[in-house]
């Protein structure tokens, strides 16, 4: 067989794609039961109370802040009011925050986690700081607790993206749960995918309340329990899921810890290989966890060291030619994005030295939720260690 190792891997089992089936039979595509059922199962297993389907981590996020400014939440935050948010970030975790009226500062992120340290976050903070973004790269996250202490102390709203680290725990607690909101994504090669979807998790039911209106409409169907009104309390959206997606995601639930298992000894043997090859000869540094995390990989990401830093692009390319796909570790640095200057969103670049490092040293590869059979493995490390 050739060989090919894709980013994305194709993660449906026959029995995600009967379920789907079901529901499409039943005709009940539109948000009913299904999403109910899986929203109950998803904060039974993050052990989290209250927990919203939405369909996708995109929509997740901006519901978060637009929460975030309403004047039915408590303390709401004001058009101008700053949040901060990590240059290496996703472009959604970014616009939401603009698209709501606040002011995005990009933070520098540190090299072990890619995610804003503590410290980064105490540097940072000014008077006009009234929210903190941070995202959970790859699976991985950084003094989280620390974070999660200060700004409660300091009454800053902490939004939490968890797009990419679904069943990573930290200290026995997962991830997911440290936010005033958090977000997880269900898209295409996350951890556990629907194709499409996403959740919100917030602290408390008036909270819950008010994304329930938000996401569909601003009507409050959900709210009072009376069905076909339309009273519209609120401005709102259409951030609805599927039911396919939420009975996707109940069928994938059931087995997120063995892909979560799979996906790790994927990761240890893929690492194991290159450094035991003849051919290793320190190309590149790999993403360590946190040492209290128990992590949930998203991906493979490496940084290549700075003697063969000249070679990277003609090597990508080469990959790519033998099949090997590769990407960059989320966006870069995403202030190199023509979208930031299009926008005006102010930036100095002179203190995001670390994710200009990440961006100019990182890729990465993906890492399938089934097992990798040894030769694929032993094709993979060979040709990564061809960077001479
Ligand atoms: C950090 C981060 N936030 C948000 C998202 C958006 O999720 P979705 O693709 O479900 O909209 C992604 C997407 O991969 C992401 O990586």
């Known amino acids: 067989m050739k060989f090919h190792y894709p980013l994305l891997e194709n993660a449906f089992t026959k029995s995600d794609i009967s379920q789907a089936v079901k529901v499409i039979k039943s005709q009940n595509l539109t948000m009913g039961l299904k999403t109910k059922e899986f929203e109950r199962k998803f904060s039974r297993f993050i052990n989290s109370k209250y927990c919203l389907m939405v369909n996708s981590g995109s929509s997740a996020n901006l519901l978060a802040m637009f929460a975030l400014i309403n004047p039915k939440k408590e303390n709401s935050l004001k058009r101008g009011d700053e949040c901060l948010v990590p240059a290496v970030c996703w472009s959604t975790s970014l616009w939401p925050i603009y698209q709501a009226g606040l002011v995005p500062k990009f933070v520098d992120v540190d090299l072990k986690s890619f995610s804003i340290s503590f410290n980064e976050i105490k540097k940072n903070i000014t008077k006009k700081t009234k929210a903190i973004m941070i995202i959970n790269v790859l699976g991985n996250c950084s003094e989280i607790d620390k974070i999660r202490s200060f700004s409660k102390k300091k009454n800053i709203y902490l939004i939490e993206d968890n797009c990419e680290s679904f069943g990573s725990s930290y200290k026995n607690k997962f991830l997911g749960t440290f936010g005033d909101f958090s977000t997880f994504s269900f898209y295409y090669s996350h951890q556990l995918t629907a194709g499409e979807g996403g959740m919100i998790v917030c602290k408390n039911y008036k909270d819950y309340k008010l994304l329930q209106t938000l996401r569909s409409h601003g009507w409050d169907r959900e709210i009072k329990k009376t069905k076909n009104t339309f009273n ?76 063969y830093l000249n070679k990277k692009k003609n090597f990508l390319r080469y ?4 099949k090997i796909e590769t990407r960059p570790i989320i966006s870069g640095n995403f202030v190199n994005q023509p979208c930031v200057n299009l926008h005006k969103i102010k930036y100095n670049k002179k203190y995001l030295k670390n994710s200009e490092e990440i961006e100019k040293r990182g890729f990465f590869i993906g890492l399938p939720t089934k097992p990798l059979k040894s030769n694929t493995i032993k094709k993979l490390a060979d040709l990564l260690l061809d960077l001479k």
């Open 232 to 307: 519209f309390i609120n401005q709102g959206f259409n951030l609805r899921p599927l039911e396919v997606s939420a009975a996707i995601g109940i069928n994938q639930l059931k087995r997120l810890k063995t892909m979560i298992n799979v996906r790790k000894k994927n990761r240890e043997k893929i690492i194991k290989t290159m450094k035991n090859s003849i051919k290793w000869n320190n190309q590149y540094s790999f993403f360590e966890a946190n040492k209290y995390l128990k992590p949930s990989w998203f991906s493979l990401p490496l940084l290549i060291n700075s003697k």
């Open 319 to 322: 990959l790519g030619k033998n």
